[in-house]
């Protein structure tokens, strides 16, 4: 094969042997879409497996959405059951533990394990609509515990396991969820992390939950609450293996993702059954050219959407292998995750551009002492991957010779919506290229106006796809104002800025409202702002994102303490760890600088633009309509003085 070297503006054409086996490689597809939507659509809903067939393939009330109306359908049949005529011993879940220790799950063990988790949770009492709370690592039961869910009709709602105590509470008290699925504890660095202390502590602030299963996995010391707290092996032993999945409606929730905002409070993100299935499992199938004999390893987090949609959902729908890590990445050493790769010839592999920047700062000798030439595509996800950290992991990971493709979704979108299809798209190294078919994208105006090619703009959706957000849970009215109130019901704002370049490809240039991604991780500024005026000590505060060269943006805070507050380092580092309390380690600021005053218009709103240049060290520009444009000088050299740019 020939290898290529590629440069900042060449393109990767895919090549031809890829061409030949990709599940998807006939560039018509986008015409034919383009002319048949909805019959587009409901040919690919025959992926899926459906009790009943559909009525109606949309129903679109802009800014309200129902796919396959009238469908009936289970995604943990689709994930499971319809497997296991073809594939009853081909293994679905493949875990290695931080320790080394390796657990698998065929398909057939799979259902097992889910079949009796539903039983046994219905013994607890949970009902079809009821939600439960996922609070688990990245170990087996936490997939279990999701199909098992969905088996039974009750929407899960994960929560990241390294959120904290605080953050728990607040994603069980919104939906007032009374079951909660935790575990003892998991190794994180050749530690044992305390995860059930930590959701103890959380519960003393959330009182709907009844009941809470404990996953027994570290093997550390726990307290169990008499009535409460019951273990899942115990509550599993006396289960019965079978469990006829339920028949849910197309349109029936299947769970509710919490997702940070542009206000204090994360929303609940609600997916419905019908079309999330059909969007991931087409997705998965075409843009990662899922194959019966792949290895595929998403290093994303269960407790993220990217988990929910691609190691867990689309994935196991098409019946592939799914490598699951419990650990760091660079533990015991920098070559832990090409050592997997080598391991379990890993064939797909999707990260996060973060990640990628990492391993690049590391150095080519990490991924140089394995073999990973078994990989045959890559993927990116999360934040803009830069050209130069394209470049690396294509020819690095990628060997020079394996299609990358750069996929852009959200939380609320379910699917990639900007994704090449690796047996059609040539590439461009920092571009995720072109919508997937069926899908309606465009870079707007204020106005919503179509901004010209070359220039930067809202990236917006211009028709409905089948995993489309619903509503934000118990909060329609946030659902209208955030994403269908800036130019009208039929037009989704995503919250980030694109711009299309003369052939059409797309560049996202990242998120232009209040939210920032740190690490590839999504946190909301005022969340982090209302997290730091609940200190007792701070009277006024805002939160930016700080370029950063491997994270993409960190976390950089301006606070206005209290009257007799000491502006003390001390009190800088009482503020951080208050952060991490309340959100949790993916919130630790980088930086925290006192301001007695912060930039604010003559209306008093606070100029975060301004805040946001001040941090990353650039010209601040037009500053006349601050009421107090002294601050300005004032705030430079204090950032200065913290950080050296
Ligand atoms: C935000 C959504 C998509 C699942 C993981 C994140 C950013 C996502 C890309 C990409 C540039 C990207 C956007 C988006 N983003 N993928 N390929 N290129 N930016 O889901 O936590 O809901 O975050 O992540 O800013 O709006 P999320």
């Known amino acids: 094969m020939v290898k290529m070297n590629l440069k900042e503006h060449d393109m990767f054409e895919p090549p031809e042997d890829f061409v030949k086996q990709a599940n998807m490689n006939d560039p018509d597809i986008y015409q034919r879409a383009e002319e048949d939507f909805e019959g587009f659509w409901e040919k690919l809903a025959e992926n899926v497996d459906w009790y009943n067939r559909w009525d109606n393939v949309l129903e679109w009330n802009p800014p309200y959405s129902k796919w396959f109306v009238g469908g009936r359908l289970n995604a943990s049949y689709n994930c499971l059951d319809r497997h296991i005529e073809k594939r009853s011993d081909k293994i679905a879940i493949l875990w290695e533990g931080e320790t080394g220790d390796v657990q698998t799950y065929t398909y057939l063990e799979l259902l097992d394990a889910t079949s009796r988790f539903a039983n046994a949770l219905k013994g607890l009492g949970v009902k079809k609509g009821d939600i439960v709370s996922i609070y688990l690592p990245m170990i087996p039961e936490a997939v279990i515990a999701m199909l098992a869910c969905a088996r039974i009709g009750a929407p899960h709602s994960v929560v990241f396991s390294a959120f904290s105590a605080d953050a728990l509470a607040q994603r069980i008290n919104d939906p007032a969820s009374k079951y909660l699925i935790t575990c003892d504890g998991y190794y994180r660095r050749g530690n044992v992390i305390e995860h059930k202390g930590k959701t103890d502590e959380g519960l003393d602030k959330a009182e709907s939950i009844e009941k809470v299963v404990v996953v027994k ?294 998120r232009v409202d209040d939210v920032i991604k740190v690490a590839g991780h999504r946190l909301g500024t005022m969340e982090l702002e209302s997290a730091l005026v609940s200190h007792p000590s701070v009277a006024e505060a805002a939160v930016v994102g700080m370029s950063d060269e491997i994270k993409g943006e960190v976390i950089f805070c301006y606070v206005t303490p209290k009257l007799g507050a000491i502006e003390s380092e ?40 301004i805040l946001k240049a001040i941090a990353d060290g650039k010209e601040v520009g037009d500053i006349t309509t601050l009421q107090n444009p002294e601050v300005v000088e004032i705030l430079e050299k204090k950032v200065k003085e913290e950080v050296a740019h």
């Open 570 to 609: 001390e009190l800088k580092d009482e503020l951080s760890k208050y952060i991490v309390k309340m959100i949790g380690p993916i919130a630790r600021p980088e930086g925290i600088i006192f301001a007695d005053e912060l930039p604010k218009t003559r209306s008093g709103k606070i100029m975060r633009r």
């Open 217 to 510: 996995h570290a093997g550390n010391d726990v307290t169990m609450q008499d009535g409460r707290d019951v273990w899942w092996h115990d509550i599993v032993e006396s289960a019965n293996i079978s469990c006829e999945p339920e028949v849910m409606d197309s349109e029936d929730m299947l769970f509710l993702m919490y997702t940070s905002g542009t206000t204090g409070k994360p929303k609940g993100v609600v997916h419905t059954t019908g079309g999330y299935m059909v969007g991931t499992t087409v997705t998965a199938n075409w843009v990662f050219d899922l194959k019966e004999d792949d290895i595929y390893w998403c290093t994303a987090d269960v407790g993220w959407i990217t988990g929910h949609s691609y190691i867990v959902y689309g994935p196991l729908s098409n019946g592939a292998t799914v490598l699951m890590y419990e650990g760091a990445p660079d533990y015991p050493d920098k070559d832990k995750i090409w050592e997997i790769v080598e391991k379990h010839s890993v064939t797909i592999f999707y990260t996060a551009p973060t990640a990628v920047r990492m391993f690049m700062k590391w150095g080519s000798q990490w991924p140089g002492m394995h073999d990973l030439s078994t990989i045959r595509l890559i993927g990116s996800v999360g934040e803009p991957i830069n050209p130069k950290a394209w470049l690396w992991y294509h020819e690095t990971i990628g060997n020079g010779r394996c299609p990358l493709v750069d996929t852009w979704w959200q939380t609320e979108t379910g699917m990639a919506l900007l994704t090449p299809l690796p047996g059609i798209t040539s590439l461009k190294p920092g571009s995720v290229t072109r919508p997937f078919p069926g899908v309606k994208v465009a870079v707007l105006d204020n106005a919503g106006n179509e901004v010209p090619r070359g220039e930067g703009g809202f990236l917006a959706l211009l028709a409905p796809w089948p995993s489309m957000i619903r509503t934000v849970y118990k909060n329609e009215q946030r659902y209208l104002d955030t994403y269908w109130s800036k130019w009208g019901t039929g037009k989704y704002l995503s919250g980030d800025g694109a711009r299309q370049d003369e052939d059409g490809y797309f560049w996202i240039l990242g």
